[in-house]
């Protein structure tokens, strides 16, 4: 879904375009760290306990959806967790 209007698309394309490239590569893991707090956040509400299979699995679907396949997400979740 996009609500953003073609004109206003621009203006900020042209906004963040006027940064550097060492801004625009902050202002990227600003936003990364930042969305990861929210899911880390929203898994703890849930009752999820922080470094088990279940919190780094449904962490990983969140954060990263059908960019990773099921087989890959599980293999990734089983690594470390306790």
């Known amino acids: 879904m996009n609500d953003t209007s073609p004109k206003v698309e621009e203006l900020m394309r042209r906004l963040i375009m006027q940064r550097s490239p060492q801004e625009r590569l902050r202002m990227c893991f600003s936003m990364y760290d930042f969305a990861r707090e929210l899911v880390e956040a929203s898994l703890k509400r849930e009752g999820l306990a922080e470094g088990t299979y279940a919190f780094r699995r449904r962490f990983l679907e969140r954060m990263y959806g ?10 990734v979740a089983a690594r470390g967790a306790r």
């Open 66 to 75: 059908d960019e990773l396949r099921p087989e890959v997400i599980d293999l």
